[in-house]
């Protein structure tokens, strides 16, 4: 009998140490339920912040790009900025841009048709006054140069489907423009060495020329980062 109220009384749980055990339990479902909300609360906020960020300088690059976009003038000037000659990159294209466009491979087409224009009125004022042996190496000279721009015109004449522009491309680009600006400068370097008197009359149409091509040489150098910058992509 003693035995059996024994186990009785072991059974039996003391009230004061059931409530302090419930208390407990009672503190760490909340602090874990606290901690719940304030890691959810944290990461929600971080992030909205992330989202907000994103959007604000989406908004801005959009809205930048849209301001070049809607105004021609300042978009052939943003172009032109890339070059080393900006006043005659604006003033070579600006004529030649009708309708208006504010594409920057539409300028570098422009600025090449440009440097095109002056090269073939070099090459026939020389070949006009090739008297000179010096005067006769620059008349080829720059045929050579007018061909490798017009093959660089033609390359970009793409048919349906085709890029207009690809890495290979602008590499060949990038090698004719270049080819041609060394064309005029080896016609200047035979001039001053000959003492030619007429490096004086050619000199300055050679330099602009020259500028024509150094400044559509940097558009195309520019050009992925033009196109993004505008909010466009490769043609």
Known sequence: ????????????????????ISQQNRRRRIIAISLAVFVTLFIGSLVAALVHRSA???????????????????????????????DSCFSSIS???SPPSNNPFHFFNLSLHASINEVSSLKNLLTESKAEPA????????????????????????GRGEKVLTEMKISDLQTWISAAMTDQETCLDG???????ALIGSKMKVQKSQEYMSNTLAILN???????KFGLTMP
């Open 135 to 158: 005067m006769k190496d620059c008349a080829e000279l720059f045929d050579d140069a007018a061909s490798q721009l017009g093959r660089s015109a033609e390359s970009i004449c793409a």
């Open 56 to 86: 604000t300088e989406s908004e801005e690059s959009e809205s930048e790009s849209s301001q070049l976009a809607s105004n021609s003038a300042e978009s052939l000037k943003t172009v032109c900025a890339v070059t080393r000659y900006p």
């Open 222 to 228: 520019n050009i992925k980062s033009l196109l993004k």
């Open 95 to 97: 004529p030649l841009n």
């Open 191 to 197: 001039l001053a060495e000959m003492g030619s008197t």
């Open 1 to 20: 009998m003693e035995s059996s109220n024994f186990f009785k009384g072991y059974d039996k749980v003391n009230p004061s140490e059931h409530h302090r």
